[in-house]
């Protein structure tokens, strides 16, 4: 289900970004794993994955990559010790970017700012 198409115009805010595209909005516990209190750097990643497949020509086939799949896929990667997989430990911002880029190419970037301006 593509949210963002449910989302009301906001009285007062003079800009407003949306996604466009279809998307599956993955959360906690939507495919039977109870990851609540540390899954939720995973349901962002695969909710960026389920925009990547379902709006990138060609790729609509492919299945978004479970919990398991995604932990596996940081220890081939050597990121993570074999223990990391099967286990329930968080993943951030750099996993993330670091998984997108192993699956779809596409390169991840931590950009330091001050103040809202790029340094």
């Known amino acids: 289900m593509s949210l963002h198409l449910l989302v009301p115009p906001v009285r007062g805010v003079q800009e407003t970004s949306?996604?466009?595209?279809?998307?599956?909005y993955w959360h906690y516990v939507c495919d039977g794993v109870d990851d609540r209190g540390w899954g939720c750097g995973y349901r962002t990643l695969q909710t960026v994955i389920s925009w990547i497949v379902n709006n990138k020509k060609g790729s609509s086939e492919e299945p978004v990559p479970s919990i398991a799949e995604i932990q596996d896929i940081l220890v081939r990667m050597e990121d993570k010790p074999g223990g990391f997989s099967g286990s329930?430990?968080?993943i951030?911002?750099?996993?993330?970017?670091l998984?997108?880029?192993q699956l779809f190419?596409?390169?991840?970037?931590?950009?330091h700012t001050r103040l809202g301006v790029l340094s």
């Open 105 to 111: 190419d596409v390169p991840g970037r931590i950009v």
């Open 18 to 24: 949306l996604v466009r595209g279809h998307y599956e």
């Open 99 to 101: 998984v997108l880029d």
């Open 88 to 90: 329930r430990e968080w």
């Open 92 to 97: 951030g911002s750099v996993e993330v970017a």
